[in-house]
């Protein structure tokens, strides 16, 4: 049995250039890239991941991985495994900043407590909302369908030279104003409505100078602002997995599966 360098460069590439894209998507990726979940743990799946996946990859390209070329397929597989998680955590992010809007219109943009998404101080009410969609998205069984899509990606978009492109990348970038735009629909309910309320208090304050509207507008904005999100809870996730639903869509036209 003759085996030469080239033989074991090559079958390191077929186990790095997997790996490389899993371990990216597991860095990028709702859950799994959380803080208290340990990079060990992230480690051990991807490396288990890819002893899976390496049998039923398609024949790879001869090219010998620390050349400029094998440079180039590693970045595309760091570049689409990023994409990949980068996509999800931005309708995550959608929630955050609809949780942001609803708490200050409360008047609990004080109350705030890390998430352990990011590691950042956000509002209670925006990590209750990060909270319920995330089991939302465990109940979909979400990040067991991105994980396949990442896994069927490897025969729809074979590791080689040619991965995402320029206009993958700006479908992606653009597709990111979503945050916002997703982040305004969810809150919309809850914010138009406190504002009304404000704008009452308002004419009341200027009717009666001698009322402390401070103190009586607080209490009522802040019990108003529950009962609202309480009534609007099931539209919120309704229009979460919409946002869910067109984040799938943007990953499989990318990932071409």
Do not use: C
């Not at 051990?44 to 002893?51: H, K, N, P, R």
């Not at 990859?57 to 620390?66: G, H, K, R």
């Not at 206009?167 to 009304?196: E, H, K, Q």
């Amino acid at each position: 049995m003759n085996i030469t360098e080239t033989d074991i460069l090559g079958w390191v590439a077929s186990f790095i250039w997997p790996l490389m894209r899993i371990s990216a998507m597991f860095v990028a990726m709702p859950l799994i890239s959380m803080r208290a979940v340990p990079a060990r743990a992230r480690l051990i799946l991807s490396l288990a991941m890819t002893f899976f996946v390496m049998p039923l990859l398609p024949p790879l390209t001869t090219v010998e991985m620390f050349s400029y070329t094998g440079m180039v397929i590693a970045v595309q597989q760091i570049v689409i495994g990023l994409v990949t998680g980068f996509i999800l955590q931005l309708v995550f992010a959608a929630v955050v900043f609809a949780g942001q809007g609803i708490a200050l219109g409360m008047g609990l943009g004080f109350a705030s407590m890390v998430d352990p998404q990011n590691g950042q101080q956000v509002p209670v009410v925006a990590q209750f909302y990060v909270m319920t969609t995330t089991l939302v998205f465990l109940s979909l069984d979400g990040h067991l369908l991105l994980i396949k899509m990442l896994l069927d990606s490897f025969v729809s978009l074979p590791i080689g030279i040619d991965g995402l492109s320029k206009s993958d990348l700006w479908i992606t970038l653009a597709w990111s104003s979503r945050m916002f735009a997703g982040g305004l629909l969810l809150s919309m309910p809850v914010i138009v409505s406190l504002l009304l309320v404000n704008i009452s208090f308002g004419v009341a304050a200027r009717a009666a100078p001698q009322l402390n509207i401070f103190s009586v507008g607080f209490p009522v904005t802040l019990m108003l602002g529950i009962v609202l999100i309480w009534l609007t809870l099931p539209n919120l996730l309704d229009q979460f997995s919409g946002i869910l639903t067109d984040a799938y869509d943007l990953i499989e036209k990318l990932l071409r599966v």
